[in-house]
């Protein structure tokens, strides 16, 4: 594992949109009219583009975000990512979003004081083997994403308005068509872990848990039927799909995390094994 191959996979993650994300988009398209038609039509113009020029598919090229399982020595892994992403920031390149909360200073390599955001899972593991994650969270949809402690009493019901009210508030801001993560349960922190993690789920993988599948499936016509549409343009597609990840949590808490996600779900895996080094889509 060298910082060559993870600057080869942010590059990827960057430059080329999964595909069950552009099906789902396309499918969209064909339920608009009007300025939202219009809206997608550019969306998916722009990936195109991205693909073949090799090129970011958009500006804010985000907070890199990795999940990674590995048996051996996470400083060494740390180290490597560290060099990536300063690589592929040179390279593909990726805007300098990483800044002092307080000055605003800009260290200029998407890295500083306890970044990269790495959360390491050691579950899975095998020998040598490194399995890694990353996603590119863009700020338009990470500022309009909310977590809650609600009172337990608020049940399933609970839940259900605390994504509806997120969505309804953000309206166009995260540039829809939007993908939701939701994650329920655990505590404050890890409710908005597992939301995040809830997006590395492919749109067309259903979820094995019958609780979550049904949440996720009453959500998306609901949100749907707010009206905001492609870029808050109006119309049909305000979500292209809502995913689930929950954990036990106290008995007298209620923790709700929404992650709310612009259309462009830039997420890809990589594998370091004996076979040597690959990209999975």
């Known amino acids: 594992m060298d910082a060559s191959e993870v600057a080869e996979a942010i590059r990827i993650l960057e430059t080329d949109l999964p595909r069950d994300i552009e099906e789902r988009l396309r499918v969209c398209l064909s339920g608009e009219e009007g300025n939202s038609r219009e809206a997608l039509k550019v969306i ?39 060099e990536g992403i300063s690589l592929a920031t040179r390279e593909v390149p990726l805007r300098p979003n990483t800044v002092n909360p307080f000055t605003r200073e800009n260290e200029g ?14 579950e899975g593991c095998e020998g040598g083997k490194v399995t890694m994650q990353i996603m590119a969270k863009g700020a338009g949809s ?59 789920r492919p749109l067309d993988r ?20 707010l009206g905001i549409g492609p870029m808050g343009m109006g119309g049909r597609a305000t979500a292209l799909g809502v995913r689930v ?5 106290h008995t007298a808490s209620l923790p709700v995390s929404v992650s709310v996600q612009c259309w462009a779900l830039r997420r890809v895996s990589a594998v370091w094994d004996s076979s040597g080094f690959r990209i999975l889509r």
Request: proline share 6%.
């Open 44 to 82: 998916i113009e722009n990936i195109g583009y991205a693909r073949q020029r090799r090129l970011p598919m958009c500006q804010d090229t985000g907070t890199l975000v990795f999940f990674v399982k590995c048996a051996g020595s996470q400083d060494r892994v740390l180290d490597t990512i560290r």
């Open 109 to 122: 390599r998407n890295l500083g004081r306890n970044n990269p955001i790495v959360h390491f899972v050691e």
């Open 142 to 200: 990470e500022n309009v994403s909310r977590s809650f402690m609600l009172e337990p009493d608020r049940g399933v019901g609970g839940i259900k308005e605390c994504v509806i009210e997120t969505v309804a508030d953000a309206g166009g801001k995260p540039c829809p068509p939007i993908i939701v993560g939701l994650g329920v349960g655990g505590s404050l922190e890890w409710a908005a872990y597992l939301a995040k993690k809830a997006l590395l």
């Open 206 to 225: 259903r979820t094995e848990d019958p609780t979550a599948a049904q949440l996720e499936d009453e959500l998306l016509p609901e949100i749907n039927s």
């Open 245 to 249: 990840e929950w954990a036990h949590c």
